[in-house]
């Protein structure tokens, strides 16, 4: 008796392919236990009805263990359970040792979702997964302010119901934190997002492109770029470089004609005073 349990151990409650090919998705358990019915009670009537030796047994369960594996490796398999999966059903294993479905063991949180934009930007975030969600979910929006965290005593409720969209038509430097959503059925948690928006005011932005032209223009003994690192910068248009010579000329000429009218009219007050105090010239 105790050599039969042992190879029935070995044949079907230790084989990997038996325990693999039983990891069917949730609600085919019942198939499960139909197909091993067919194969074990030809055995098992056979066994009240002809004495046999033990090795033909031995093959005849084996064989049974095999059509098991080809038939059950025909149901649908678990419809995937990867991160962000949560505890949702559907990630769930039959587990044949147990008779019962193992959940998902993957962790319900997700990993923070960092989002940049600038002030009185739209910005939308989703609270989508990666599987069917049951019929009667709820999403809840919890929002942490300045805050990139994942501890739930943080947040505060913003909407409830079973919208997975939150949407801030603008953005403004009160709207950075941890935006929190998380899916619920039946008062059971299913899979927590989290999304960590940073907002840059528009001065700030301002200034730094200032900065950024200023620091092209010149080098910190005030004099301009070389041609070698000016060529590495953006060239400005024939249009532009036309009117900064025209400019240059202009005021040049304009320089040489104030200068010429001011020592014409040095000479002219020499003559004239020269004249005034010698009436005899």
Not at 6 to 28: H, T
Not at 105 to 116: M, S
Not at 188 to 204: A, D, G, H, K, W
Request: proline share 6%; with cysteine.
């Amino acid at each position: 008796m105790d050599a039969c349990f042992m190879r029935l151990d070995a044949i079907f409650n230790y084989n990997s392919q038996v325990i693999e090919s039983a990891r069917v998705g949730a609600g085919y358990d019942q198939q499960l236990n139909d197909i091993m019915d067919a194969e074990i009670q030809p055995i098992l009537q056979d066994f009240y009805q002809t004495p046999n030796y033990d090795y033909v047994y031995e093959q005849r369960l084996q064989t049974a263990a095999d059509n098991f594996v080809a038939a059950a490796s025909q149901l649908p398999r678990v419809s995937g359970c990867y991160p962000p999966c949560g505890f949702q059903d559907a990630g769930a294993v039959y587990n044949c040792k147990t008779c019962k479905y193992d959940s998902c063991e993957f962790p319900l949180d997700c990993p923070v979702e960092e989002i940049k934009v600038m002030e009185n930007t739209r910005i939308r975030m989703w609270c989508k997964v990666p599987f069917d969600l049951p019929s009667d979910f709820q999403a809840v929006w919890r929002f942490a302010e300045e805050l990139n965290t994942q501890q739930l005593d943080e947040f505060k409720e913003v909407t409830a119901g079973v919208d997975t969209l939150f949407s801030i038509p603008s953005t403004s430097p009160h709207h950075q934190g941890t935006y929190q959503c998380e899916i619920y059925s039946d008062q059971r948690s299913i899979v927590r997002l989290y999304y960590y928006l940073s907002v840059t005011p528009q001065n700030e932005v301002g200034h730094t492109e200032l900065q950024e032209i200023f620091d092209l223009s010149l080098l910190p003994g005030g004099s301009l770029l070389p041609t070698a690192d000016l060529s590495r910068h953006s060239r400005p248009s024939a249009v532009l470089l036309g009117a900064y010579v025209s400019a240059v000329l202009l005021l040049l000429l304009l320089s040489l004609g104030t200068l010429y009218l001011l020592s014409t009219s040095e000479k002219r007050g020499d003559v004239e005073t020269d004249a005034i105090g010698d009436p005899k010239c």
